[in-house]
């Protein structure tokens, strides 16, 4: 099955700078690469997703780039603000019965 | 407000007690599953329903038994549990099972101890 690793397991970083969280993936037929942000105590939530057509897609502050090639994709948060603080879970899906594969988590703390 | 909405919210539970966890979506979604988190881990898949069929089980111990008994709702009947069970059970959702894959909709989850 597939293999979804991330770092840092844990990220501390200024207000106003900018965090990257980094998975690698093991299966290349992975097709579709969510990631979600879990705040503590409530459910993940959807940030940002790519498609393995994609190189790369832009919401506001947050960024995710895929290399296909290298079997790996990042998350990018710029200008980090108080309330980006959660643990981001990156996850990749294997085209056979939508089955998420998640990485193991990054806590992200913003210093206000 | 969450579209997937899991009741009840605390479950506190004997190992020898029976108990359900609910879950339902109205937002047309053909696929909906159940998963484990425990403090600080990712969530681990234990059931996937596709169009009300279960289509799979991660090798759940049989003390877990999924039920959807209609396309907007899932149940989770728990019995004889152990207090390693005690967990975060989280619902979610998902259009269908069907390539190209479609994120997964979480609900609030359901907060379980085991005592």
């Known amino acids: 099955g597939e293999n979804v690793e991330q770092h840092p397991s844990t990220l501390s970083v200024q207000e106003g700078d900018s965090a990257v969280i980094k998975c690698t993936y093991s299966?290349?037929?992975?097709?579709?690469f969510p990631w979600y942000k879990q705040e503590l105590g409530k459910r993940p939530q959807l940030i940002i997703d790519?498609?393995?057509?994609?190189g790369e897609k832009k919401d506001q502050r947050i960024a995710v780039t895929l290399n296909k090639t290298a079997k790996h994709f990042s998350l990018h948060i710029t200008e980090t603000q108080p309330e980006d603080s959660a643990v981001y879970f990156c996850?990749?899906?294997?085209?056979?019965?939508?089955?998420?594969?998640f990485g193991t988590g990054t806590s992200l703390t913003v210093i206000p | 407000d969450t579209e997937v909405t899991q009741t009840p919210k605390h479950l506190v539970m004997g190992m020898t007690n029976k108990k359900s966890l609910k879950c339902e979506q109205h937002?047309?979604?053909?696929?909906m599953y159940w998963y484990k988190q425990k403090a600080k881990k990712p969530p681990e898949l234990m059931f996937v329903?596709?169009?009300?069929?279960?289509?799979i089980n991660e090798s759940v111990p049989s003390r877990f038994s999924p039920e959807c008994p209609n396309s907007s709702l899932l149940n989770l009947h728990l019995h004889a549990l152990q207090p390693e069970d005690s967990a975060l059970y989280l619902c979610?959702?998902?259009?269908?099972?069907?390539?190209?894959?479609?994120?997964?909709?979480f609900g609030n989850g359901t907060r379980l101890t085991v005592t």
């Open positions: 329903y596709s169009y009300e069929k279960l289509s």
């Open positions: 996850a990749a899906t294997s085209v056979s019965g939508n089955q998420f594969y």
């Open positions: 937002m047309g979604h053909r696929a």
């Open positions: 790519i498609r393995s057509n994609v």
């Open positions: 299966d290349s037929a992975s097709n579709y």
């Open positions: 979610a959702s998902s259009q269908t099972i069907r390539d190209p894959p479609t994120p997964l909709h």
